[in-house]
């Protein structure tokens, strides 16, 4: 799998001078631009002018520094929960896997489902997937609960969508599709098993990409078989919708593939692989709803925020802010970006490992994390949309990136150059944040 971890250690490592030809620029000039846009706020009560302006645009990206932090995550149900009640949007997709977003969103969607409650497809899914934590917490489950009751009376072709977006788990994704296909034709769901037998005999999705980097067959034509299978038998599907689940599956699988098999390809390239899937992903949804369809994401700062305007560009990299600006228009896309200043996140130790509640230490200084602090206020809003930006912003800065892996004491490959105004539309800046709860089948 693509780790965030040794992407931002790479990243950092362009951080040593400054990027392209831009000047050095001082603490104290880029703290005082920052003043000149900073809002103070309260509390998720003091967001009206934001909601309004994200929703003129048809994307809204939600983003997070971190993958086990409390305030994001109630701060962006928050503002998904008024978008959908409020201004119509209904597409929720997150950095999530595709199978488990299901069973989720067949409860939300009022439709037949696999589990007894949105608890039981919880704890069947997301629970079951590292990194649990997630989306496997109370406050994933409270939203799904929020987002079913908004469907309630809504008729089918109406009603709010939560999706998966992201290529991981590629075993739990062909389980999914094949137990799909057994309820409805035995037969073809033996043929697609056949076809994916060559990748399910990896049990670690990773062993097959060091199975290819020693020369080994690749799967591809197995995983390519089975849309073209599904493309030859819609007339058994039992209805439109049916049809879209399990051909979007099969669509995730073929990305899967076709991610692990980039992975000997060095970071660039399985990067952009896993993002562009989203980005098409994300447009088949968007057309499936039809003219009135609107988008929230949800992902961390480095996938929502647009490439270009940080390190990743250098890299040759791309995400899914940068691809959403291109394909609907930047006056289409309203990015939010989130950070705090220290505090103490949940996080790994290790890849696969438990999670863990660590220390958050203070943001380097000279960081945007850093900065921000010098302005004296647990809370900050900082908008760049239709604003005068003082010239000293269009500089890269450090602004700090915490994946599912997490060492604070290596906080020098915690951050990513960025020139902000260029990267977000918006930023909350918490002073202190608190970690993340795992969700507990006790707690149900």
């Known amino acids: 799998m693509t780790r965030l971890v040794p992407l931002i250690a790479a990243l950092a490592l362009l951080a040593t001078a400054p990027t392209r030809a831009e000047q050095p620029i001082t603490v104290e000039a880029y703290t005082a631009a920052l003043a000149a846009l900073a809002e103070p706020i309260a509390g998720l009560e003091e967001l009206d002018d934001l909601i309004a302006r994200a929703a003129e645009a048809r994307v809204v990206l939600l983003g997070e520094s971190s993958h086990g932090t409390e305030q994001y995550y109630t701060w962006r149900a928050e503002i998904t929960r008024r978008l959908v009640i409020e201004h119509g949007f209904n597409i929720v997709a997150i950095e999530g896997n595709w199978a488990s977003a299901q069973l989720l969103n067949d409860h939300i969607q009022h439709e037949p489902a696999s589990t007894d409650t949105l608890a039981d497809a919880l704890a069947t899914g997301f629970a079951q997937r590292w990194p649990y934590w997630m989306w496997a917490n109370e406050l994933t489950l409270n939203l799904a609960r929020d987002l079913r009751a908004h469907n309630a009376d809504a008729p089918g072709d109406r009603r709010v969508g939560f999706y998966g977006l992201d290529v991981h788990h590629v075993d739990a994704v062909i389980d999914h599709l ?88 060095g970071q660039a390239e399985p990067w952009n692989r896993r993002v562009r899937h989203w980005d098409a992903q994300l447009a088949r949804l968007m057309k499936r709803r039809g003219e009135d369809a609107r988008a929230i994401v949800w992902a961390h700062n480095t996938h929502i925020g647009d490439a270009r305007a940080t390190a990743m560009a250098e890299a040759g990299m791309v995400n899914i802010g940068q691809l959403a600006r291109r394909r609907y228009g930047p006056e289409q896309v309203y990015a939010i970006g989130f950070a705090t200043y220290r505090g103490d996140v949940t996080a790994a130790r290790a890849w696969g490992r438990g999670h863990h509640h660590t220390l958050v230490p203070r943001a380097t200084p000279t960081s945007l994390e850093g900065m921000l602090n010098r302005l004296d206020e647990p809370k900050l809003l900082l908008r760049f949309d239709g604003r005068d930006i003082p010239p000293v912003l269009e500089h890269h800065v450090l602004h700090r990136a915490k994946g599912v892996v997490y060492d604070p004491l290596n906080e020098r490959g915690n951050y990513v150059p960025t020139i902000v105004p260029q990267r977000y539309d918006a930023l909350i800046f918490f002073h202190r944040t608190d970690a993340l709860q795992p969700w507990s089948a006790e707690d149900r």
């Open 178 to 265: 094949l137990t799909k296909l057994q309820a409805i034709d035995a037969d073809l769901a033996a043929r697609a098993r056949e076809h994916y037998a060559c990748l399910a005999r990896f049990d670690d999705p990773t062993a097959y990409a060091r199975h290819l980097a020693q020369g080994g067959e690749a799967c591809s034509v197995g995983v390519e078989a089975v849309l073209e299978l599904l493309a030859g038998h819609a007339d058994v599907m039992p209805d439109d919708r049916t049809r879209f689940k399990v051909t979007e599956a099969a669509r995730v699988v073929l990305a899967a593939e076709a991610h692990l098999r980039a992975m000997v390809q």
